[in-house]
Structure formats: structure tokens, C-alpha cells
């Protein structure tokens, strides 16, 4: 398998996002703000993801969590624009910002510097096409094709590597005829065809049965570790985080309220959303001392978009907040961190084990 250079170009911006000519550093996100005309959706959205680290991206449903994604991807749905920078590693065309890149070429940059797994393998598979040739038409597209019988033999040699059985013969059937297990292992085939230096997956084991999702998350992770690829991992539990990921980024309101090494942040979070998150997660039961329903829930519910107060994004939800959340600047700088305070995440003004406890 090739692992061919992944690092960032150097005619990027020095910034708080990542070390530019570090040569580790293969996706990051400067100060990404998405929004429609009338409603700011994602603000000053800085993290970076480094060749081979897995990082999480956490939150409750309506966080911001798939709009930095599909940004990240340039697949934003019409209607939403996008300010910011967004490099991903050299492969990429002249290592641009891809906010400014056209579709044409965005579309050369996803598959093969980039690709992404979706919730939903139906989705991202086309019904009337053989699971093979969906592989096969992947490659064609970003690769210069070798002959018939040598991309025949990578078809069933890449469908052999998400675990399917007789990948041979498998390679020709619909998707339909398919479990969903096979149907999102062909979808992970088809994401890791060209050795993509990132992968994003959203919720890639959700929609599964709960018994295949520890096995395709085990080959999710066996494919990026195998290509030393950067995985960007959005989910709703922090169990798999824990699992899976080496660092976390928590959104909220359409921000990175907070971030950092994942055992971390678990074990000591300064944020009262992440500290929140935690208490209402599989995590805090982990010892099975508590009934799942026992857990307690943040209170009130995610205000819808545009709707986030100013200061502390959380503090109308935050049994903690004062004054000082509204006027205050919402975070400050958490730890130490390659990629800078900045990138880091912020802590709450009023972290947890403070004075106010
Ligand atoms: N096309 C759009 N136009 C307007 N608002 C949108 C659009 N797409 C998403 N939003 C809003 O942006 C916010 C963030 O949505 P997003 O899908 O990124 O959340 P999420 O954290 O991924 O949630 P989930 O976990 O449910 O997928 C939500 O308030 C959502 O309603």
C-alpha cells in the first residue's frame, strides 16, 4: 500500500490552525464560519488533524458537528455559504484553501485526497450497479486505470480488506442484495480505494445493526491505521470516541467549545457542556453501577440556529452561568497543544472543579 506525502504545502498561513511545513499536519480548518444569509450556522471553526491521529467531533444533534464536515468536503447544501481556510495536505491542488476551489476540481480532491462515509450506506451507493464496478468507477475516476484484469483484482482485493466474504463473487451483486453491515463495508471500501490522506466518517455504525457496528468500526479504524490516513470521527457517543479516537473536539452552537487529548477531556472536562456530555454518557455508567435511564440529561434543549446567545454559546442551558458568561469572552485557552491555544478549544469561564462548584 502506498503512503505517499501527506504534508501541508508551506505556502500556507502561519496561524493558530496548525504548523504550516510541520509535515504532519494534513487537514486543518482556520476560523470556518458557514452560514446563510441570515443565520450564522458554524463560527470561527479552528482545528487541525495530523497524518495517522484520529480526533472525534462531539455534540448533540444540531451542533454543528456534519456542516463542518460536509464544508471540510465542499458538499455544503445550496443556500449556505462559507468563509475561512480550509488546507488539506499537498496532494491536493497547490495545498489551496478549498473554500476557494472550483467543483471541478473539488470533486478530483474527494475520493482521493479526501473521502467520506456517511450514516447511511444506501445513500451513498447507486442501487442499479453492481458493488463492483461502484469500486471499480472510483478509481477510474481518480486514478490513471491499469488494465481490466489488474483493476479487477483490486476491486476484490479492496472488498477482501473490509472483511467481505468471497469478495469475487460479492463484487457482483446489487447493493440490495446486501445486509447493511456488507452494504457500509463496500461503502468503506469504495472510501479508502485511493488511499485517502483524510477520512471523515458521520456516524458511520449508527444506522447499523448493533451487532455488525463494533466489527465495520474495527475495519474503519484497521483502514486508516493501515494507510496511516487522518480520520475526522463525528458521533454522538463518547464511548466510541473513547474507543476509537486519540483527540476530541466538542461543538456546541455551532463552535469547538472545547478540545483535547480524548482520556483527557473525559476524565477532566473544563467545559460545563462537555462536563454535561459526559455525565449523560455511557461513559459515566461504564463501571455499571448506573442504570442507563438514571443518567441525568443537560437541561433544556439545543436552541434552534441563529438562536445561540452571545458570550458562553451554552450559558442559557448552564445551571452555572452568571454574568460574567454573557460579557466575558466565552472561553480561554486550555493546555498546550501543537496546532496552538487557539486550536486547542477553549475552556468555560466557570470550569468544572472552580470555585463555583
Ligand atoms: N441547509 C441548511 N439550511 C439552514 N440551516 C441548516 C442547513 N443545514 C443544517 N442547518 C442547521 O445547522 C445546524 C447544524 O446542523 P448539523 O447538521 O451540522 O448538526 P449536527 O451536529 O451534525 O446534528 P446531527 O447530530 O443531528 O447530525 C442545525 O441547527 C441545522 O438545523
Known amino acids: 500500500m502506498t503512503t505517499p506525502d501527506r504534508g501541508v504545502a508551506t505556502d500556507a498561513p502561519a496561524g493558530p490552525g496548525g504548523q504550516v511545513g510541520a509535515g504532519r499536519t494534513v487537514l486543518r480548518v482556520d476560523g470556518l464560519s458557514v ?22 467531533l462531539i455534540g448533540e444533534s444540531g451542533s454543528g458537528k456534519s456542516l463542518t ?13 462559507a ?12 495545498a489551496r484553501n478549498l473554500l476557494g476551489v472550483a467543483e471541478r476540481d473539488m470533486a478530483r480532491v474527494r475520493g482521493d485526497g479526501m473521502s467520506m ?22 478509481m477510474l475516476l481518480h486514478r490513471t486505470q491499469p488494465s481490466r484484469s489488474a483493476a479487477r483484482r483490486r476491486v ?26 456488507q452494504r457500509q463495508r463496500v461503502v468503506l471500501a469504495i472510501a479508502l480505494a485511493n488511499d485517502p490522506a483524510l477520512l471523515i466518517c458521520d456516524e458511520p455504525t449508527t444506522a447499523l445493526d448493533v451487532t455488525v457496528q463494533a466489527t465495520v468500526l474495527d475495519l474503519v479504524v484497521r483502514g486508516v491505521e493501515e494507510r496511516d490516513s487522518a ?15 486519540e483527540r476530541v473536539l466538542v461543538m456546541y452552537g455551532g463552535r469547538i467549545v472545547e478540545a483535547g487529548p480524548v482520556q483527557e477531556v473525559f476524565a477532566d472536562p473544563r467545559h460545563r457542556y462537555t462536563q454535561g456530555l459526559v455525565a449523560a454518557s ?28 452571545s458570550g458562553c454559546v451554552f450559558r442559557t442551558r448552564c445551571t452555572h452561568a452568571t454574568q460574567a458568561c454573557a460579557s466575558q469572552p466565552p472561553w480561554t485557552p486550555r493546555g498546550e497543544h501543537p496546532a496552538g491555544a487557539a486550536a486547542y478549544g477553549h475552556a468555560c469561564v466557570h470550569p468544572a472543579g472552580g470555585d463555583d462548584d
Not at 468563509?83 to 491536493?92: I, Q, W
Not at 480520520?231 to 470516541?241: A, E, Q, R, S, W
Open 156 to 181: 476484490v482485493e479492496l472488498l477482501g480488506q473490509v472483511d467481505l466474504p468471497d469478495p469475487a463473487h460479492l463484487a457482483r451483486s446489487y447493493p440490495h442484495e446486501l445486509s447493511g453491515g
Open 117 to 138: 462515509v456517511f450514516q447511511e450506506p444506501m445513500t451513498a451507493l447507486n442501487p442499479t450497479m453492481r458493488v463492483g464496478d461502484q469500486v471499480d468507477e472510483v
Open 83 to 94: 468563509s475561512g481556510d480550509v488546507r488539506l495536505s499537498a496532494r491536493t491542488p497547490a
Open 35 to 56: 452560514g446563510t444569509r441570515q443565520t450564522p450556522l458554524l463560527s470561527d471553526v479552528t482545528f487541525s488533524v495530523d497524518r495517522g491521529e484520529r480526533v472525534g
Open 231 to 245: 480520520m475526522l470521527f463525528i458521533t454522538h457517543d463518547l464511548g466510541v470516541v473513547a474507543t476509537v479516537c
Open 69 to 81: 464536515a460536509l464544508a471540510v468536503m465542499g458538499l455544503l447544501p445550496e443556500g449556505l455559504g
Open 282 to 309: 455511557d461513559l459515566a455508567g461504564a463501571d455499571g453501577r448506573r442504570d442507563r435511564a438514571q443518567l441525568p440529561t443537560i437541561p433544556g434543549t439545543v436552541p434552534p440556529a441563529g438562536r445561540f446567545p
